[in-house]
């Protein structure tokens, strides 16, 4: 199958970025996520089904959110948005009344941060009565539904992660919406083994979007999330923050404007500006395993290679190898020492031991070092791993794909 996106909450801005209307007469299954847009009145939704043939089969997934673990969301006045940054700094599912208001009246941050963490949330608002809402809510949109996730969410949002904001499912939660909707297609086995696979590999990835809202320790206390304390909170590439810093930066309004241009100026090949942007980037937010990530892939276009090995490294010290920069080091070895880049793709396999771009790379460093036995394993791995791309692309967890079609024409934000 051949597999194609639309926006389902922005439909205009996917038939802007390109979208083959024609496609839609030749879809044999529409995926369609409902409540986000008009499909069963009348507009932009409406008119994309009426071209779709008549045994076409449509599943209707609900949309998710859980306001139960963050009550405060609403839209921040100080946040701006532009064509390089779509959502601002801090978007509306990060935006917190709570600190707003207090900010009316209080001009120090730090006396800010100490207010609100003595707040008593559940006296502010009745977080059971909130979640009887929200429960209701997704009942309501699951009747609407072909899978029903509601009573997945009830039983398990106090055990494990499902959201990493309002709007924002866990891996742990697509893995779920994709087994459904796989049993609802009928056209692989349950106990397929590569699908299992696949879908525990979905299950184990951060989740969509690169913002984590926190969650405030009373709330914590109050759900029994034991999952939640002690957590890591995500800010865009800038780096993980636990609750307490995450929160003190939100007040000051903290953030590193200089990384979506610079991320505009690679996507547009403008290496020398992306470069200057990057190090203002890291000037700033030094910690960043990204940011040094997205320098060693400039400073490669540039063909400075020991600066990028250097940048590389740094990012894997910083993120202990999680996001696979030992494939980037590797490319970089692979030009002056093939025994050294094979030990660094070597380490990027140990995490993505399927990812045909780091078996590829991998045979080009065998074939470097002219070892025929390791030349012949390596071609069989590339080979195994491009046959094991029969899901991945319809289980792309990150949301990579469909963005394509309605990102910025330079890709910026992804």
């Known amino acids: 199958y051949e597999i194609w996106w639309v926006r389902n909450f922005k439909v205009n801005s996917s038939l802007k970025a390109g979208f ?6 030749r879809c044999a299954y529409f995926i369609l996520q409902v409540g986000h847009w008009d499909t069963d009145s009348v507009g932009v939704g409406k ?11 449509t ?10 673990l963050w009550p405060f969301m609403t839209n921040d006045p100080r946040n701006r948005s532009d064509d390089l940054n779509t959502e601002g700094p801090y978007p509306n599912y990060l935006g917190n009344r709570a600190i707003l208001q207090l900010l009316k009246g209080e001009s120090d ?12 949330i559940n006296a502010m608002v009745n977080l059971d009565r909130l979640h009887g809402i929200n429960m209701a809510q997704l009942y309501g949109m699951d009747i609407r539904s072909d899978i029903e996730l509601s009573q997945f969410i009830e039983d398990n949002f106090r055990d494990r992660r499902l959201f990493l904001s309002q709007l924002h499912p866990t891996g742990f939660l697509c893995a779920e919406i994709a087994r459904q909707v796989i049993a609802q297609l009928g056209i692989v086995p349950a106990d397929d083994p590569q699908l299992r696979e696949t879908l525990e590999e979905v299950e184990a990835t951060h989740g969509i979007g690169d913002i984590d809202a926190p969650i ?5 206390e109050h ?15 800038e780096g993980f923050y636990d609750h307490d810093e995450f929160v003190r930066r939100y007040i000051r309004f903290t953030n590193v404007p200089e990384y979506f241009p610079a991320r505009a100026m690679m996507n547009r090949s403008n290496w020398a500006e992306a470069e200057r942007l990057l190090r203002l980037s890291i000037a700033k937010s030094p910690g960043s395993a990204r940011f040094h990530a997205c320098l060693g892939r400039v400073l490669c276009q540039q063909d400075r290679w020991p600066e990028a090995g250097e940048a590389f490294s740094t990012a894997i010290a910083l993120d202990g190898g999680r996001d696979g920069y030992h494939g980037d080091l590797a490319r970089v070895q692979l030009r002056s020492d093939p025994t050294t880049a094979l030990h660094s793709i070597d380490a990027a396999l140990a995490m993505k031991p399927a990812d045909p771009e780091l078996c590829e790379t991998r045979l080009e460093i065998c074939r470097a070092l002219g070892n025929a036995d390791a030349i012949a394993r390596a071609e069989a791995d590339l080979e195994q791993a491009r046959d094991g791309q029969r899901w991945p692309p319809f289980l792309e967890p990150t949301g990579a794909i469909y963005g394509r079609y309605w990102l910025p024409k330079d890709g910026s934000g992804f």
């Open 47 to 57: 008119e994309l089904m009426d071209l779709l043939p008549g045994d076409c089969r």
């Open 223 to 237: 759900f029994g999330l034991d999952w939640a304390r002690g957590l890591q909170y995500r800010y865009f590439d």
């Open 59 to 68: 599943i209707r997934v609900p949309p998710l959110f859980l306001n139960s």
């Open 20 to 25: 083959d209307l024609n496609k839609l007469q």
């Open 109 to 120: 941050p730090d006396r800010v941060f100490d207010l609100y963490m003595g707040r008593d």
């Open 216 to 220: 405030h320790p009373g709330i914590v």
